[in-house]
């Protein structure tokens, strides 16, 4: 019986290219068991940086609240001493590499301690970072050659008007 693999919104621009590949390969393999089967995937596609800098830090503060929450999270794993006050969120879109990086970046020096593993601290000047998150972004031809990469043949995209968003079939 043919399966459709569906991956909604664009998680896979979570995995570095790499990791994607290795992801897609995956899947495509499952495909290829499952005859006529194929992947229906969302994927984030490459915008002007102005856009997706506001995107990641929103005005209304999701984002960061989002980033800063991992900083709790540590917290009760831990047992550290983040401060959310301390630490301001950062969205930067890396053209080089396309991928937005999210950072949290001290706002003045401080010192974190924890009572896990044995305890410790680690102090951090104003300005120094925790980078927490890439978000890569795809053109659209490359994000298609990275499906033919992985094994699937037959590869069909389909856009918003503005290209900001891919919804790719792949089998």
């Not at 899947?27 to 984030?44: E, F, M, T």
């Not at 301390?86 to 879109?93: E, I, T």
Request: net charge negative; proline share 2%; with cysteine.
């Amino acid at each position: 019986t043919p399966k459709v693999i569906f991956y909604p919104g664009s998680s896979i621009s979570n995995f570095s290219p790499d990791e994607a590949l290795i992801f897609l390969k995956q899947i495509q393999a499952y495909c290829v068991k499952n005859p006529k089967s194929g992947l229906l995937i969302g994927v984030d596609l490459v915008k002007d940086k102005a856009t997706l800098e506001a995107a990641y830090d929103d005005a209304l503060g999701v984002t960061a609240a989002f980033n800063k929450n991992a900083l709790l999270n540590i917290n009760s794993q831990i047992g550290a001493d983040f401060g959310l006050s301390d630490w301001a969120h950062v969205g930067l879109f890396n053209t080089e590499q396309l991928r937005i990086e999210m950072h949290l970046e001290a706002v003045h020096d401080l010192t974190v301690h924890w009572t896990a593993l044995g305890g410790g601290k680690r102090a951090f000047r104003k300005g120094d970072r925790i980078h927490s998150e890439n978000s890569y972004k795809w053109l659209k031809s490359s994000f298609e050659a990275l499906l033919r990469e992985a094994g699937f043949k037959e590869v069909t995209a389909f856009t918003d008007e503005k290209e900001w968003f891919g919804l790719y079939w792949a089998n």
